[in-house]
């Protein structure tokens, strides 16, 4: 977000815009918000929660604030369009719907939409949010926008769950992946505190060794190193977009002091936690 859109969007709680995801190349992020994104042009693969995607015009992706995500490569020519919006912003707008609607868009984060009509709908949808987020304030503004984005939820939310019914291949989940998802999930809850592998494979129910077969089927990745990577993105966030002294950041992430700290940032990134805070501030 460029400093224009991160003003709308600490003003209104959303903000919609056309992005290359250029920041997010090869750098492992956590968002901090919800977000609806159609790609329009050019190609990528993205990586959400360790996860590898394939995104083509008329693909659609939502992504659940304090997921992990990271754009692997893509064509010169990539574009997409995103709104961001606050997380309470989605609770609200969801009130009454089935809790199944919210699951089916969590289990299917990337989809290439197959009905023309339903591209023009969200397309048109992220347009008229953009204009609308430009208009001069009036009366009723937050109840038109909860009115917006609980018909853009159910339509995007009818559309993942039309779309994997008729798909065998989105709904056949093994128990490998639900409890792939739930370690995900567990993560992105409890990842600033607890770094060892045999806890989550206790609270999955499962063995350490599956834990490390099942993440290495799903992400080509130790269990170990799924940890390491939101932990990572998480300190970095931290690093960026806070003033926290290091030595804070340390002891909220449970490590035993700052050098401990220290010693596993820069064996990930290859620099310092001082250093990485010093070069984002320069940018």
Known sequence: MNDSIKKTFSEEGFAVYVSSLEEYVGNTSVIDYNSIILCVSGSAVVEINMEKHNVVPETRLCIYGDSIFRLVESSPDFKVKLMAFRKALLLDASVGLETELLEDAYLNPCMKIADEREVKMLDNFLDNMMYFSQLKKYGHRQE?????????????????KRQSSNNEHNTAYTSADSHFRNFIKLLADESRHQHDVGYYAERLHITPKYLNEITNKKANATAKTVISSFLIAQIKRELTFTNTPIQKIAYDFNFCDQSSLGKFFKKATGISPINYRKHKAEK
């Open 144 to 160: 038109f926008l909860f009115g917006m984005l609980r018909c853009m939820t159910i339509g995007v939310f009818a559309t993942i």
